[in-house]
């Protein structure tokens, strides 16, 4: 199989799909790799390390696009990459379609085949390819939030870890899972007071054996979120509903009784966000206020440490890149319902059901278009 990762194109994102490593090992086992050249070069990934492991280096990313069967990327597809894909070809890469309605319809026209990293399973119940990128977001979500507590930066000028004779800043944290868990620790490790909100009394039991009286646990509703937030310097959105857009939480109204200068970091932007006045940002104006509340929305935060992030992230995705390649896109699907988990179109058929639900597509489940053949 001719396997093509082009460079990432989304405002200032620095991760590559494939490291040389990746590459080497597919050359191993028989497959192209067409690598569009410098797409690694800002994290330290020289296009003579790409060489060394067997990658064709490719200019422009139209060729690759051209000869690729299987396209292997980070973010998702812009709209002039989306126009680039030709019916049957395959896709893999973060999709996150059901606040995106301009994407889905472009993936749908072009007749691919994409995969969502994001809605991939394993036998734990788990989103073993969101994972990674989910404890990174969550580590730099409590970075980002200090930074934009800072008076300079907007915020209400609270160290978080507080100093002897002064209190430390309040993070509250709404969803307790793999973000929500990593921005805890975060937090925790710097000496703030967490408080983490969530509906799953498993889960609170669970944070509560592993932190004990270092962390608040709190049973998440409706008035446990808004007194929580009213109270808070830091907020954190990290709640999922995996492939679907993501509740809102927090209401405007909300807004104008928590302290002036605070901070919500949306981490749930990805699928729309969990705030009601959150829109999707960039790393290059990664801030704006409302009724005086800082909000920091990046859509990509991983990039921000790209590096640690694309070694983060293509760890997890190689195996699966290589059962694709390995035994073609169709068998590779029959043979592993987690994966087909992960199939979100599938020539011009919504195979997603919370995507399809959220856009108003008719949903075709995976398997009786992989079963057709």
Same mark, same amino acid.
């Given at each position: 199989?001719?396997?093509?990762? #082009? ?32 797409g690694g070069a ?12 067997? $990658? ?6 139209? *060729?690759?696009?051209? &000869? /690729? ?5 980070? +973010?998702? #597809? ?21 606040? *995106? ?8 026209? %072009? =007749? ?24 990174? /977001?969550?580590?730099? $979500?409590?970075? @980002? ?5 800072? +008076? ?37 490790g710097l000496g /703030? ?6 509906? %799953? ?10 932190? =004990? ?9 409706? !008035? %446990?979120?808004?007194? %929580?937030?009213?109270?808070? *310097?830091?907020?954190?959105? $990290?709640?999922?509903? #995996?492939? @679907?857009?993501? #509740?809102?939480?927090? +209401? ?6 928590? +302290? ?5 970091? *949306? ?8 705030? !009601?006045?959150?829109? &999707? ?30 070694? /983060? ?9 290589? $059962? ?41 489940p995976a398997t ?6």
């Amino acid at each position: 199989m001719i396997i093509g990762v #082009p460079k990432e194109i989304k405002n200032h994102e620095y991760r590559i799909g494939m490291t040389p490593v990746g590459v080497r090992e597919l050359v191993n086992h028989g497959h192209k790799v067409l690598v569009q050249s410098g797409g690694g070069a800002a994290i330290g990934l020289a296009n003579e390390q790409y060489e060394a492991a067997g $990658a064709n280096l490719i200019d422009k990313p139209e *060729d690759i696009f051209l &000869a /690729a069967d299987m396209i292997v990327k980070v +973010k998702e #597809p812009q709209p002039n990459e989306c126009k680039m894909l030709r019916p049957g070809q395959l896709l893999f890469t973060y999709l996150h379609l059901a606040p *995106d309605p301009e994407q889905t319809k472009l993936l749908v026209d %072009s =007749g691919a085949i994409a995969i969502a990293y994001e809605t991939v399973t394993d036998d734990h119940g788990g989103l073993p390819l969101l994972a990674p990128m989910s404890e990174v /977001a969550g580590r730099m $979500a409590i970075q @980002a939030g200090a930074h934009s507590l800072e +008076k300079a930066q907007g915020g209400n000028g609270t160290l978080l870890g507080g100093v002897p004779g002064v209190l430390p800043g309040k993070v509250v944290v709404i969803g307790g899972g793999v973000v929500g868990e990593n921005a805890a620790r975060m937090a925790m490790g710097l000496g /703030a007071d967490v408080t983490v909100l969530d509906r %799953s009394l498993d889960r609170l039991k669970t944070l509560d054996t592993l932190y =004990g009286p270092r962390l608040k646990t709190l049973y998440s509703t409706v !008035e %446990s979120v808004e007194d %929580s937030v009213c109270s808070a *310097d830091l907020v954190i959105g $990290a709640v999922l509903v #995996p492939g @679907a857009a993501a #509740p809102k939480l927090l +209401k405007r109204e909300t807004l104008t009784k928590m +302290k002036d200068g605070a901070v919500l970091v *949306d981490v749930a932007i990805d699928q729309g966000g969990c705030f !009601e006045t959150s829109k &999707a940002t960039t790393h290059q104006e990664p801030t704006y206020k409302v009724d005086g509340v800082v909000h920091y929305c990046v859509a990509n935060m991983p990039g921000g440490v790209a590096r640690t992030a694309t070694f /983060a992230l293509t760890n997890a995705t190689l195996p699966y890149t290589i $059962a694709l390649a390995n035994k073609g896109c169709q068998q590779a699907l029959a043979d592993d319902p987690h994966l087909r988990n992960g199939l979100n179109i599938f020539k011009g058929k919504v195979t997603c059901e919370p995507v399809a639900e959220d856009l108003n597509y008719d949903y075709v489940p995976a398997t009786d278009l992989i079963c057709a053949g």
